[in-house]
């Protein structure tokens, strides 16, 4: 290649017929060639980095769309758990509801509440009416994690709260059994029976002379169930010459009963008994008995009651009284 003044000539042989070729060019020309072939290798550089970095941002953007779709679905299907688990708690917060008006625990905890509110957002007596679970919403949040995570957390505390109520309720249910169980409600004869003699004043069989029967006399048939009207402990099982064999429960609380005129005991003293359990069988034992029948009586403080006063009535206990 020569160059002459402004020309740049360009001098090449052919390699089959060895003839010289000659191309003459302006510098102008050169130079104007020469920038526009730099350029486009500048842009097609400039082209590969663009189209490169547009590949990778479609990829993370096409990622991000996918991770959208699972986003929204385990939103979606967290929302439909939640809504499911609202419901059941609130299902359960009813029957516990129900369960403490029924108990008559209902206007303690209204009595209380107030009191209790700082200790009552950890849960306790009706605490969970203190979790908002509708407060939550996967709308107001900004990553599904953290929507997730609230959602799991609010639940999770309503479950806990509940779980504690629920317990609070066991307890107190397990007293009232206890007291309830002390309480004798219970007939204590089983099988067909009836009032022979009620308590209060009446006629003497013996003597004929105006006297106070401390307790009533259940007649029936001889070998009759006699059961513990309610738990207590075996203070006396013994023979006695008036009331035959006969049986003293003690209760507490101050509450005692007495069955008399027993056939035959079924316990001993210093024995815990419970409601409903066999403790001898209906006799004529005694020299105050006429016939078969059981003297049942009820002291309270030391003094007698009606024990007809502590029965349930009729079509609302097993073992009702037949008065006949």
């Known amino acids: 290649m020569a160059s002459a003044g402004e020309n740049v000539t360009i001098v090449w042989r052919s390699r089959t017929t060895g003839a010289r070729s000659r191309l003459s060019l302006s510098r102008r020309a050169v130079l104007f060639f020469g920038g526009a ?22 990829g993370v953007l096409y990622a991000r769309l996918a991770d959208g779709e699972e986003v ?27 369960i403490r008006q029924w108990l008559g625990l209902e206007d303690e905890e209204t009595a209380t509440r107030e009191a209790e509110a700082p200790e009552r957002a950890e849960g306790g007596q009706g605490s969970l009416g203190d979790v908002d679970l509708e407060a939550v919403s996967p709308e ?10 609230a959602l799991e957390a609010s ?14 309720l066991s307890t107190r249910l397990h007293e009232r059994k206890r007291h309830w169980d002390a ?12 009032v022979s003699s009620a308590f209060g004043w009446r006629k003497s069989p013996f003597t004929g002379k105006r006297e106070f029967h401390s307790g009533v006399d259940l007649a029936g048939a001889r070998g009759l169930p006699v059961v513990a009207a309610a738990d207590g402990l075996v ?38 008994v419970r409601r409903g359990q066999k ?22 403080d030391g003094k007698y009651v009606n024990p007809k006063n502590f029965l349930s009535e009729r079509g609302t206990f097993p073992y009702p009284v037949a008065n006949r």
């Open 183 to 194: 309480i004798p409600a219970l007939a204590p004869v089983e099988g067909e029976h009836w």
């Open 140 to 149: 107001d949040l900004a990553g599904a994690g953290a929507a997730e995570g």
């Open 37 to 58: 072939c730099l350029a486009a290798a500048a842009c097609a550089a400039v082209l590969g980095a663009v189209t490169v970095r547009l590949y990778r941002d479609n």
């Open 235 to 272: 203070i006396r099982a013994v023979s006695d010459a008036a009331l035959g064999k006969a049986v003293t429960l003690d209760h507490g609380n101050g509450i005692e009963t007495l069955y008399g005129h027993l056939d035959r005991l079924s316990v001993k003293e210093g024995e815990r």
């Open 72 to 98: 929204a679905r385990r939103l979606a299907a967290a929302e439909t758990e939640m809504a499911a688990a609202r419901q059941a708690l609130a299902q359960v917060r009813a029957e516990e509801a129900r």
């Open 279 to 300: 403790i001898g069988k209906l006799g004529s034992t005694g020299k105050r008995s006429t016939g078969p029948h059981l003297h049942y009586a009820v002291r309270v």
């Open 155 to 168: 639940l999770g505390l309503a479950a806990r709260s509940l779980a504690l109520d629920l317990a609070d």
